[in-house]
């Protein structure tokens, strides 16, 4: 895997408020013990601090609240499409914002457009696509949305979590 998809994976693990073992996150990112004191070093540069616990308990935790996003269900390829960045952006952006969107989302079969206001959470990975995990008024009840079905964005206003 890149040493983005890797770093990812590895902020996912520490974002869990459990403390990893330089070890453990070799292990379970196969890469060596080496590569995870770069990757920790790499996210410091970009602002996400990784406490390093010392003593008897070694190990690193991140104390910090941060949105990394989520593998709902691991890609079928090495890659994850998006075909519209824009629209991509847009969500990314009002997820930060804690804001509702207007979208015009596509059928299934790409036959019909339905209108919905959602209250995007988080980002996911949905097979080998991206999607958006959210709050839908029309059917008041959490939905996925694929990212390359929404047809249009518009963000709204703010909304309480």
Same mark, same amino acid.
Request: charged share 30%; net charge positive.
């Given at each position: 895997?890149?040493?983005?998809?890797?770093?990812?994976?590895?902020?996912?693990?520490?974002?869990?408020?459990?403390?990893?073992?330089?070890?453990?996150?070799?292990?379970?990112?196969?890469?060596?013990?080496?590569?995870?004191?770069?990757?920790?070093?790499?996210?410091?540069?970009?602002?996400?601090?990784?406490?390093?616990? !010392?003593?008897?308990?070694?190990?690193?935790?991140?104390?910090?609240?941060?949105?990394?996003?989520?593998?709902?269900?691991?890609?079928?390829?090495?890659?994850?499409?998006? !075909?519209?960045?824009?629209?991509?952006?847009?969500?990314?952006?009002?997820?930060?914002?804690?804001?509702?969107?207007?979208?015009?989302?596509?059928?299934?079969?790409?036959?019909?457009?339905?209108?919905?206001?959602?209250?995007?959470?988080?980002?996911?990975?949905?097979?080998?696509?991206?999607?958006?995990?959210?709050?839908?008024?029309?059917?008041?009840?959490?939905?996925?949305?694929?990212?390359?079905?929404?047809?249009?964005?518009?963000?709204?206003?703010?909304?309480?979590?």
């Amino acid at each position: 895997m890149s040493k983005i998809s890797n770093i990812l994976i590895m902020l996912e693990y520490l974002s869990s408020g459990r403390k990893y073992s330089v070890k453990e996150l070799s292990e379970k990112i196969e890469v060596s013990p080496r590569m995870i004191r770069f990757y920790k070093d790499e996210v410091e540069k970009a602002g996400i601090y990784i406490e390093t616990i !010392k003593g008897p308990y070694v190990g690193y935790i991140l104390r910090q609240n941060i949105n990394v996003p989520k593998r709902f269900v691991t890609p079928m390829q090495n890659t994850v499409n998006v !075909k519209n960045k824009e629209v991509y952006n847009l969500i990314n952006r009002a997820i930060k914002e804690k804001r509702k969107c207007f979208i015009e989302y596509f059928s299934k079969n790409g036959d019909s457009v339905s209108k919905r206001i959602i209250h995007p959470y988080d980002l996911i990975i949905l097979g080998d696509e991206w999607g958006v995990a959210s709050y839908c008024e029309f059917k008041e009840e959490i939905r996925h949305f694929y990212i390359n079905r929404i047809k249009l964005v518009k963000i709204l206003e703010k909304f309480d979590k």
